[in-house]
């Protein structure tokens, strides 16, 4: 009886977890401008944090690009005692959904990660949403975790703006590094374990294909799979 209770209650909180059930035209990929100022970090495996609407399509995304060792969707900006998903979505709490992903710089840098970012993942030119979802908590930032990253992500940011690649203004921010706090396990490495979601086939399937086509040779095709 409790084992049936608690898989009922874990079916109904994955029906009811994370991102808006799809009800909008589909995303465009936008093919980026090469970044300018090209990352130099040095030797050893680095970490940094992307928040561009809903976790599942960012980590989806980054679990796919060659020289990414970890990806963890989580929420970034709030205090601890909100840092949870059914607190973040009724607003207020100041944290965005966001992946923090280890990478090797020798094998794929911030700057190419950046460029990943804005090409396939996420629109720079939404404030406060992404897709269906509307909120906050699904902005678009940048959390640089050291001075070359952030250097890196205000120069990228400045020549997207003038690329006239993009026809609205540039919104996406740059957010001073905060605490980050990893979400429910049911939400990692969600578009691996349920490929058939409608949510994953209708947004965020597509951009992973569009990192496949854009990034060759920076797409892995087996997705990388958190440790815990």
């Given at each position: 009886m409790k084992r049936a209770l608690a898989l009922s209650?874990?079916?109904?909180?994955?029906?009811?977890?994370?991102?808006?059930?799809?009800a909008f035209a589909l995303e465009e990929p936008v093919n980026a401008p090469a970044p300018?100022?090209?990352a130099k970090e040095g030797a050893g495996l680095k970490t940094a944090i992307f928040a561009g609407g809903c976790f599942w399509g960012v980590?989806?995304?980054?679990?796919?690009?060659?020289?990414?060792?970890?990806?963890?969707?989580?929420?970034?900006?709030?205090?601890?005692?909100?840092?949870?998903?059914?607190r973040i979505v009724t607003g207020g709490t100041n944290h965005a959904e966001a992946v923090m992903i280890t990478y090797d710089p020798y094998v794929v840098r911030y700057d190419e990660l950046?460029?990943?970012?804005?090409?396939?993942?996420?629109?720079?030119t939404l404030k406060n949403r992404q897709g269906p979802d509307v909120g906050a908590h699904y902005r678009s930032a940048l959390v640089p975790m050291n001075a070359e990253q952030?250097?890196?992500a205000q120069a990228y940011l400045k020549q997207m703006g003038a690329s006239n690649v993009w026809k609205s203004?540039?919104?996406?921010?740059?957010?001073?590094?905060?605490?980050?706090?990893?979400?429910?396990?049911?939400?990692?490495?969600?578009?691996?374990?349920?490929?058939?979601?409608?949510?994953?086939?209708?947004?965020?399937?597509?951009?992973?294909?569009?990192?496949?086509?854009?990034?060759?040779?920076?797409?892995?095709?087996?997705?990388?799979?958190?440790?815990?």
């Amino acid at each position: 009886m409790k084992r049936a209770l608690a898989l009922s209650l874990a079916a109904a909180a994955l029906s009811l977890s994370a991102c808006s059930s799809p009800a909008f035209a589909l995303e465009e990929p936008v093919n980026a401008p090469a970044p300018k100022r090209i990352a130099k970090e040095g030797a050893g495996l680095k970490t940094a944090i992307f928040a561009g609407g809903c976790f599942w399509g960012v980590e989806g995304v980054f679990s796919h690009v060659k020289g990414v060792k970890s990806a963890v969707s989580g929420f970034h900006g709030g205090a601890a005692g909100t840092a949870s998903y059914n607190r973040i979505v009724t607003g207020g709490t100041n944290h965005a959904e966001a992946v923090m992903i280890t990478y090797d710089p020798y094998v794929v840098r911030y700057d190419e990660l950046l460029r990943i970012f804005f090409s396939v993942v996420t629109d720079p030119t939404l404030k406060n949403r992404q897709g269906p979802d509307v909120g906050a908590h699904y902005r678009s930032a940048l959390v640089p975790m050291n001075a070359e990253q952030r250097a890196v992500a205000q120069a990228y940011l400045k020549q997207m703006g003038a690329s006239n690649v993009w026809k609205s203004p540039i919104v996406t921010r740059i957010e001073k590094h905060r605490k980050f706090y990893a979400a429910e396990q049911y939400h990692q490495d969600f578009m691996a374990k349920n490929p058939s979601h409608g949510y994953i086939v209708r947004w965020d399937a597509p951009k992973v294909r569009a990192l496949k086509v854009m990034f060759p040779s920076d797409y892995r095709a087996n997705f990388l799979r958190d440790a815990s």
